[in-house]
């Protein structure tokens, strides 16, 4: 007796199942941008001397085949603050070379594949620093596409005029202390940095069936992570791919544009605050279907901290913010707040904020449409005040067992 099975045939291939649009709606022409928090966040934190050359290598993966992109990149932050603009000496593609052996934190070596980059702009550009943008022609070419699922380096020269300190974003990039090093294909390794001297966007177009969502977060969204430990020595910068927002669009057909920054609280998102936030990415391109909202750990243990009263006006008005944006039929999911032990351990009021906060967005106020409860998936008991020994890297962060779990977290809960 034969047996017939229902459905389609196992594929070869299971990842090709996992990044294959899924049947549903008629796919859409969007516009993503892909980029980390920008500039003036709280980690790293740090500036890197750029002794008047400077040139880096940075991962990017994205779920989907692009049609076009092109990159933005300046060196100004999110509080409107301007700063001294360089010059742009180059900008090369190509796929990451892999990590083969060892026991290492990183798969990219910092070289390409067969040590061959495509070059998408050559000579002289401005960078500028007043909060404008330089910004690439298309790449319109289908061989310099990004391939879904597929991991590229992006390699960036500039210069300055002296002796410069450039602000680290957050992110894995390979740095040298000349472009031409960094812009040379045959330059098969490289020195993971401690960030990225730059703020850059990747806009990148596709037509999908994906699902395009908002995130707004900090640093915990943002993708600071590290092995499991109780200090930011633990910290490892990772590709900004790898941040638990993008690890669940990539599992869960969408696509994420990730506003989140390090040390920022909720109401410094409005645009009465500080309005980078929502010019930085074309948000009206990705024709957004939804919003995240993922706020609140520097709201309550941050200084100055906000009181509960507090963080519920800011979330409301946040929210109003959002739907001026995505419309007002588009869902919103709020994400419970996570504990944190860094040096507040004994400060039950701030924990009892945390606690009874979460406790009023799963009530779904102001018309959210869900609940993500990261708050009971990674602390070890109810009401606990700190985090999961396995589950974090520095008593604030999650550690890299941290992030998969809070991506698989989204997914039980954000419909798509």
């Not at 007043?130 to 699922?149: I, K, L």
């Not at 410069?164 to 974003?169: D, E, I, R, S």
């Not at 993971?192 to 994906?210: A, K, M, N, Q, S």
């Not at 993008?246 to 920054?261: C, F």
Request: charged share 15%.
């Amino acid at each position: 007796m034969t047996t017939k099975l229902l459905g389609p045939a196992p594929a070869a291939d299971p990842d090709a199942v996992r990044l294959a649009d899924l049947p549903g709606p008629a796919p859409v022409t969007r516009i993503i941008s892909y980029c980390n928090g920008g500039m003036d966040g709280s980690v790293p934190g740090t500036n890197t001397t750029v002794n008047t050359q400077a040139g880096l290598r940075t991962a990017i993966r994205i779920p989907v085949t692009s049609t076009r992109w092109r990159i933005k990149m300046r060196n100004y932050g999110m509080t409107g603050v301007a700063k001294t603009g360089f010059t742009g000496k180059g900008i090369i593609v190509g796929r990451a070379a892999r990590v083969t052996s060892g026991a290492g934190t990183t798969s990219r070596t910092g070289g390409f594949v067969g040590n061959t980059a495509t070059t998408i702009v050559s000579g002289d550009f401005a960078i500028p620093g007043d909060g404008s943008w330089y910004t690439s022609p298309w790449v319109t070419n289908p061989a310099n596409q990004f391939e879904a699922g597929v991991e590229y380096l992006i390699g960036i020269g500039y210069q300055t005029a002296a002796s410069l300190a450039v602000q680290n974003t957050w992110g894995e990039c390979f740095y040298w202390n000349n472009f031409s090093t960094a812009l040379n294909p045959a330059t098969s390794s490289g020195t993971i940095h401690g960030g990225i001297p730059l703020d850059f966007v990747v806009e990148y177009e596709c037509t999908t069936t994906r699902s395009a969502w908002l995130w707004v977060g900090d640093s915990i969204s943002e993708g600071v992570t590290g092995v499991r430990g109780t200090s930011g020595a633990n910290i490892i910068p990772q590709p900004l791919w790898m941040s638990y927002p993008q690890m669940w669009a990539a599992r869960n057909n969408a696509l994420v544009l990730n506003m989140s920054l390090a040390g920022i609280q909720t109401h410094q998102f409005l645009t009465t605050v500080f309005p980078q936030f929502f010019s930085r990415m074309d948000l009206a391109a990705a024709q957004l279907d939804g919003a995240v909202i993922a706020t609140g750990s520097n709201d309550f243990f941050a200084t100055p901290y906000r009181t509960d009263a507090q963080f519920k006006d800011d979330l409301t008005a946040l929210m109003t913010q959002i739907r001026s944006v995505i419309g007002d039929s588009a869902p919103i999911y709020l994400a419970a707040i996570i504990p944190r032990t860094d040096n507040l351990s004994g400060n039950t009021t701030r924990h009892n904020y945390r606690i009874f906060t979460n406790e009023w967005m799963a009530s779904l106020p102001y018309g959210a449409a869900g609940f993500i409860d990261f708050d009971f998936v990674m602390r070890p008991s109810l009401n606990a005040t700190a985090l999961q020994v396995d589950m974090t890297t520095d008593l604030i962060h999650p550690s890299f067992k941290g992030s998969q779990l809070m991506a698989a977290t989204v997914a039980g809960v954000v419909g798509l």
